[in-house]
DNA sequence: GTCTATATAGTGATAGAC
DNA sequence: GTCTATCACTATATAGAC
């Protein structure tokens, strides 16, 4: 039965969202229009506006969730040795990101078309998962266990490199995820000098 | 004396070369129009069309230029110990790459926006320098130099890594750009298990 | 809540005068 | 080679009927 108007509330919000971010990250933020948004949700473009007041609050919303939700997602334990916590790191970091390609794509992506009060918030949210990396290594330097020179630069250098798995790996080739996750454990435990 | 009218051939060219490169990486391809293009040049919009059939291949071509003076740039020492070349590719990248800002965002940023000859185009020569990449890496784990496991993986690895640099350093800061290629240096040394 | 219709503005690209 | 003017379309967002 398929109705064509009446009251969807409830389905309408998560297609919005879902169609939003598949078209955002295939074609970029500037080049898809409500209407293709609308058409793939299956409803007019009029009727997007009673769910965002306007394209750019809708790209802020992705974004900001998706920074939210893998703040949320990270588990560190402050008590554990350092090498672990920066095993479960590379680890986590590999696979939330394989697991949401669309979302990790937009929020490095669309950074440019944010209004400046929106840039700000994501930047700070980006920021505070940065720094959990970096504490890490900083508790590891201070331990003894990493010999890393920077804990800021090489907090830098392991997220650029982790997130890049995303740019190369699709699954059913030689290599599980699995696999990759233990190479970039190896690479990166020997980059910051953790025997 | 301000010519608004007349034959400006010979800069108007680079002119538009470098408007787009600076428009692009600043509003992404979509979001930049041709009219504001023309306004940065100093020209009206239809004045473009002598130097580009269209704005697709604008972007292409700021893309292949970047891209084959970025192999044409980069020159490798087959004989010597792939330690120094490994060594001298960091320096090389991280070098290049901070002196042409705007040029590498777009070549990262906006292959979608290329058409699929383009696409397949662009990705051929990105191949071409991550396999020198991985051809030196190849050869140090063949002498025993290093002893990372999969220098295919290493090398897109290291790329992001070193790419990333642009995310965030700014001269003028704690650091120059020659302590931020030592530390890198340091990093990808490790990471790859050269002693 | 979704529809149709529309206001207002902007788009890439072209034609022909100079 | 650049200009002005324009074509044919598309954009975001809103108003009011249902």
């Not at 090498?83 to 696979?95: D, E, G, K, S």
């Not at 990493?146 to 798995?165: C, E, H, R, Y």
């Not at 996750?181 to 435990?189: C, L, S, T």
């Amino acid at each position: 039965m398929a109705r064509t108007t009446g009251s969807h509330s409830d389905i309408t919000g998560p297609r919005l969202r879902q169609a939003a971010l598949e078209l955002f990250a295939a074609h970029g933020f500037a080049a898809v229009s409500m209407r293709q948004i609308a058409a793939r949700v299956g409803v007019q473009a009029g009727a997007l506006y009673n769910y965002t007041p306007d394209k750019q609050t809708l790209l802020f919303n992705l974004m900001q969730d998706h920074m939210l939700e893998l703040l949320d997602a990270f588990r560190d334990d402050p008590d554990a040795p350092p090498p672990q916590r920066l095993a479960h790191f590379v680890r986590f970091h590999i696979q939330y990101h394989f697991d949401r390609p669309d979302a990790v794509f937009i929020s490095y992506m669309e950074l440019r078309n944010l209004s400046p009060e929106n840039f700000t918030a994501i930047e700070t949210l980006r920021r505070a998962y940065e720094n959990k990396l970096e504490a890490i290594l900083s508790a590891g330097v201070a331990r003894g266990d990493f010999t890393v020179q920077d804990p800021k630069i090489a907090s830098f250098a392991v997220i650029a490199m982790l997130t890049g798995v995303n740019t190369w790996f699709k699954s059913g080739g030689r290599l599980t995820l699995g696999d990759v996750q233990a190479r970039y454990w190896d690479m990166v435990r020997n980059c910051v000098g953790a025997g």
